[in-house]
């Protein structure tokens, strides 16, 4: 069983930058890939970034490509998303989820039926 606890949204005007984490109780943690995904109102949930179990592999969506970085710390059961030169478009839910992931394919990491366990999301909301 693995639990997971986003923090480190807020508010911040366009331009900046937050770090969100994802902690996560539960000794096997090391072995899950995770994703971070966001839902902002009225739109579907969407895959913004992934990291594989072994921290060696990231995947991005086009839409945050070398504005955000996704790491993981092992010892601390942490993974994070760094997200610089925030737009009004970025506001929405940030959820981060953990799976059994083992390919190194790109296109898995946003099926979202990949993921067993989910956390109960942080609000990021970016001023104009």
């Known amino acids: 069983q693995v639990q997971l606890v986003e923090s480190g949204g807020g508010l911040v005007q366009a331009g900046g930058s937050l770090r969100l984490s994802c902690a996560a109780s539960?000794?096997?943690?090391?072995?899950?890939?995770v994703g971070w995904f966001r839902q902002a109102p009225g739109k579907e949930r969407e895959f913004v970034a992934g990291?594989?179990?072994?921290?060696?592999?990231?995947y991005y969506a086009d839409s945050v490509k070398g504005r955000f970085t996704i790491s993981r710390d092992s010892a601390k059961n942490t993974v994070y998303l760094q997200m610089n030169s925030l737009k009004p478009e970025d506001a929405a839910v940030y959820y981060c989820?953990?799976?059994?992931?083992?390919?190194?394919?790109?296109?898995?990491?946003?099926?979202?039926?990949?993921?067993?366990?989910w956390g109960q999301g942080t609000q990021v909301t970016v001023s104009s």
């Open positions: 989820a953990a799976g059994r992931i083992t390919t190194g394919q790109a296109k898995v990491y946003p099926r979202e039926s990949e993921y067993d366990y």
């Open positions: 990291i594989s179990w072994t921290g060696r592999s990231t």
């Open positions: 539960g000794r096997t943690f090391s072995s899950y890939a």
